[in-house]
């Protein structure tokens, strides 16, 4: 079974827990991230490492300046078995490849 992970501004998990809000779905989309690293953070306590989880906290914790954060997730990812992940856009990406994307972004940012 594949996860599903949004993937635009921010990584934006869009799977069945939409409804609580437990991947900080509608906290990302709505660029509350503050309450997205709330809802995540204590989602992780529960779930470690679930893929999309690491890769929706990370991307909150970029748009809230926690870079050496975010960087430790994605590279957390890396370590981790591969994922496939559903996107909102009918796509599907490997974890690794959406955690090397928000690296990237990582280092653009820091660029500018």
């Given at each position: 079974m594949r996860n599903y992970l949004g993937f635009s501004a921010a990584l934006i998990a869009s799977s069945a827990a939409v409804a609580t809000d437990r991947n900080g779905y509608r906290?990302?989309?709505?660029?509350?991230?503050r309450t997205a690293v709330q809802r995540l953070e204590a989602e992780r306590r529960i779930h470690p490492q679930r893929?999309?989880?690491?890769?929706?906290?990370?991307?909150?914790?970029?748009?809230?300046?926690?870079?050496?954060d975010a960087r430790?997730?994605?590279?957390?990812?890396?370590?981790?078995?591969?994922?496939?992940?559903?996107?909102?856009?009918?796509?599907?990406?490997?974890?690794?490849?959406?955690?090397n994307t928000g690296l990237a972004r990582i280092t653009e940012f820091a660029s500018r």
């Open positions: 906290a990302i989309a709505a660029g509350d991230f893929p999309e989880l690491m890769l929706n906290l990370a991307a909150a914790y970029r748009r809230t300046g926690r870079s050496a430790a997730l994605y590279h957390l990812v890396l370590r981790r078995p591969v994922v496939m992940l559903d996107l909102p856009s009918g796509d599907v990406a490997s974890s690794r490849d959406l955690a």
